[in-house]
């Protein structure tokens, strides 16, 4: 039995886990549910060693631990699959399985103990691999059992699956549960985190609800509990609206549209519009492929299917060079630090480098002098807190640096503007003045492709909200910005039988 009770985790302006409690028992799958952001990652990585709890208990068959690292985790008996897989591609299937706890000989590698562990735990699961083959070329449901086989080389009487299947086919998906049913029958202690109802319906004995890191429904009979009541938790949080002003009514010819798309990342059949003057909201859990399609929009993997259209030329985006310069296109990427900025540049030269075509000498380059007078005017027109535009970017808080991020596609005149998660890790002030600043830039004309993993920020922006599940799009909504029967319109197709 492994039992939290009370977890506390705060990060800077964000209280991760607020009390969070539950309770898995032997021989039982426990679900973890919530929406994104309710704290189910931090509590796993509570779990398995990677934060430690500001307060709160956690104790193991009635023995308090202390897992201050991942390390005590493993000796605790605690194993977790991850939802990205954690494999070397390099090395044998033997290898991965016992790479926390290698078995040596004379001071190197006793290949035979890891061929001998590695058969004991692939059969376990009766998956017939060689122990001596590279994971490199395997199939998904292989390399998601070789996790598997990874914690239960380390003993583990606790198992956490943290979205095991959101790349699985159906038949993958069922030969893993046939593995987590064996699993629980020989006593194992099972969390399964997932946003698939019907997964946790079909394998799961009991439930806890995280909202707001706090667990508002702890350790449940599943059976006590229909679709309704699950949803109804996960999304059932008070939300204060926040007063907008009204905006023009969008145009009504898209200037982005798509018909048919297929991608080479595994995007089937999707179809959408924006406008000029709107927001569109594209709204999916863990691995809906939100990000990919976006990035598939920019050249960054190629459409291999349907029509991609902007200002109703049908074309087809090599690079984000072409997609900014010939089709007015900038995109703000999730993670600023390492795809939206150049930390370790100024400011002045983190703005203009999108138009340093425009503003570059014939000879001698980019005048500073110039990048600052850009820079400047995007400065104040954003309300960018900084000593001056020389200050390096790595130096600004998180919302500045989301600014500048921002900036530097508005100085190049960009038309149609994708924003992806734009509040991650800024504080709940800086949050507001980036939705007012969203919704003025669809004021002003821009048409907005707008992605964000909070529920309330999305109905609180956007005019449609397109609704993604497994790289494909599942529904429509019109928005109405009425927090709860938006969301749990939203979360119901979500959650609709496939």
Not at 86 to 97: H, K, R, T, Y
Not at 198 to 219: F, I, K, P, Q
Request: with cysteine; proline share 4%.
């Amino acid at each position: 039995m492994l039992i939290a009770e009370n977890l506390v985790k705060v990060f800077p302006g964000v209280r991760a886990l607020d009390g969070a409690s539950l309770r898995i028992a032997p021989g039982s799958v426990h679900a973890l549910l919530g929406e994104n952001g309710a704290g189910k990652s931090t509590l796993i990585k509570v779990l398995t060693g990677v934060h430690k709890p500001d307060s709160g208990t956690l104790s193991i068959d009635g023995r308090p631990v202390t897992l201050d690292s991942p390390h005590a985790a493993v000796r605790a008996g605690v194993g977790v699959v991850h939802q990205e897989r954690n494999l070397v591609p390099e090395f044998s299937v033997g290898e991965n399985i016992v790479l926390r706890q290698l078995p040596a000989k004379g001071g190197l590698l006793d290949r035979a103990a890891v061929r001998a562990e590695a058969r004991r735990c692939l059969d376990l699961l009766e998956l017939d691999l060689d122990p001596d083959r590279k994971v490199r070329g395997l199939p998904v449901s292989q390399l998601q059992l070789i996790e598997v086989a990874k914690a239960l080389s380390m003993d583990s009487g606790v198992l956490l699956l943290d979205e095991p299947t959101t790349a699985s086919t159906p038949s993958e998906v069922e030969r893993l549960f046939d593995v987590i049913r064996r699993l629980r029958d020989s006593g194992t202690a099972i969390l399964f985190v997932s946003h698939k109802l019907e997964e946790v319906y079909a394998l799961c004995d009991t439930v806890t609800v995280l909202r707001d890191g706090v667990s508002v429904l702890e350790s449940v009979p599943l059976a006590e509990l229909d679709r309704t009541d699950l949803i109804s938790a996960m999304v059932g949080r008070a939300h204060e609206a926040v007063s907008l002003p009204d905006r023009p009514a969008a145009e009504p010819e898209p200037v982005l549209q798509l018909d048919g798309v297929s991608t080479a990342m595994g995007h089937k059949d999707i179809s959408l519009s924006l406008h000029r003057g709107e927001v569109l909201g594209l709204y999916g859990l863990v691995g809906a492929g939100r990000s990919e399609l976006a990035k598939a929009l920019l050249g960054f993997s190629k459409i291999t299917a349907g029509d991609l259209r902007v200002r109703a030329e049908s074309v087809r985006i090599p690079t984000v060079r072409e997609a900014l310069q010939r089709h007015r296109i900038g995109y703000v990427p999730e993670d600023r630090k390492e795809e939206g900025l150049f930390l370790d540049q100024p400011v002045a030269r983190n703005i203009a480098v999108t138009v340093w075509n425009r503003i570059q000498r014939k000879i001698g380059g980019v005048p500073a002098k110039r990048e600052r007078a850009l820079a400047a005017d995007h400065v104040q027109r954003l309300g960018i807190r900084l000593s001056s535009t020389g200050q390096l970017a790595g130096q600004l808080s998180g919302g500045n640096q989301q600014k500048v991020s921002l900036a530097k596609w508005l100085a190049a005149d960009t038309e149609i503007l994708i924003i992806d998660e734009p509040t991650v890790g800024i504080d709940v002030r800086t949050k507001a003045a980036f939705h007012e600043l969203i919704w003025q830039l669809a004021a002003d004309g821009h048409a907005v492709l707008l992605i964000t993993s909070d529920l309330v920020e999305m109905v609180t922006l956007a005019d449609r909200i397109i609704v993604m599940r497994a790289f494909g799009v599942c529904g429509e909504v019109v928005n109405t910005h009425s927090y709860e029967p938006m969301s749990r319109e939203v979360m119901g197709l979500i959650h609709a039988d496939a």
